[in-house]
C-alpha cells in the first residue's frame, strides 16, 4: 500500500502537467489497489485517468510521461468509439439471428458468443489501436521535450516500460490470465515503442 505522502507524487505531476496545458482541468485521477489488472489506464466515457496506487511514487518524468500518454487517449477515442459501436451491432445481430434459439442452451451460448466478438474484434482493430498506442507515446515524448525541456525522452520511456515489467505479478490470477488472452499483441512492443521515439528525437535535433 502506497504511503500518503506517496499518493500525493502523482497529483503533484498531475497539477504541473494541468498548469502547463498538457492535461485537461478536468481530467481527474483515480488510484486502484496493488491488484488491478492495469497499470495505468484512461476512461473512455469519463475524464479519468486510473493508476495502480503501487505507482503513485515513480520519478516524476515517469509520471508525466505515463499521464501524459493516457491524456491522449482521453482525447483520442475514435478507434475505441468504432470498436464499441461495430461490437454493439454485431452483438444485437448474433442476438436476433439466436432469438428463435433462445431455449435453456441458447441462453447458455450468448455469453459465449459475446466473449468470442469481443475477441475477434479487437484483433480487427489491432493495427489501429496499435497506432494509437504509439501516437500516445509520442504526445509523452513531445510533451517532455517541449514542456519539460527533456533531451531524450526515450531514455525515460525506457525506465517507465522497464519498472512496469519487472513489477511482480500472480500470473496465475485469473485477471491477468484473461487480460494476457484478450489484449496481448495491441500494444506495439518496448523495443518498437521507443525506437518510435527515438525517431522523434532525432527529428526534432536542431
Known amino acids: 500500500m502506497a504511503s500518503e505522502e506517496d499518493q500525493k ?11 502547463k496545458g498538457v492535461i485537461a482541468e478536468e481530467t481527474v485521477l483515480k488510484s486502484m489497489k496493488t491488484d488491478w489488472w492495469l497499470d495505468f489506464g484512461a476512461d473512455r466515457i469519463t475524464p479519468v485517468i486510473y493508476y495502480n496506487e503501487r505507482y503513485s511514487s515513480l520519478e516524476e518524468s515517469l509520471l508525466r510521461f505515463a499521464l ?4 491522449y487517449h482521453l482525447m483520442n477515442t475514435k478507434n475505441w468509439v468504432r470498436l464499441s459501436a461495430a461490437y454493439a451491432a454485431c452483438s444485437v445481430a448474433a442476438f436476433l439471428s439466436m432469438v ?11 455469453p459465449v458468443v459475446l466473449v468470442l466478438l469481443w475477441f475477434v474484434l479487437l484483433r480487427m482493430f489491432g493495427t489501429a489501436l496499435r ?3 504509439t501516437k500516445a507515446d509520442l504526445h509523452a515524448a513531445r510533451t517532455l521535450i ?4 527533456t533531451d531524450k525522452p526515450s531514455v525515460v520511456a525506457m525506465s517507465l516500460f522497464k519498472t512496469l515489467r519487472e513489477t511482480p505479478r500472480n500470473r496465475t490470477a485469473l485477471t491477468y490470465r484473461v487480460r494476457r488472452f484478450f489484449y496481448t499483441g495491441l500494444h506495439p ?3 518498437e515503442r ?10 526534432t535535433v536542431r
Not at 101 to 108: K, N, P, Q, Y
Not at 146 to 149: V, Y
Open 9 to 19: 507524487a502523482i497529483h503533484r505531476v498531475l497539477v504541473v502537467l494541468k498548469a
Open 194 to 203: 521507443v525506437r518510435a521515439i527515438k525517431s522523434l528525437e532525432e527529428s
Open 68 to 71: 501524459s500518454h493516457e491524456q
Open 146 to 149: 517541449e514542456k519539460f525541456e
Open 100 to 110: 428463435e434459439f433462445l431455449d435453456i442452451l441458447g441462453l447458455a451460448l450468448i
Open 189 to 191: 512492443t518496448d523495443e
Open 131 to 133: 497506432t494509437d498506442e
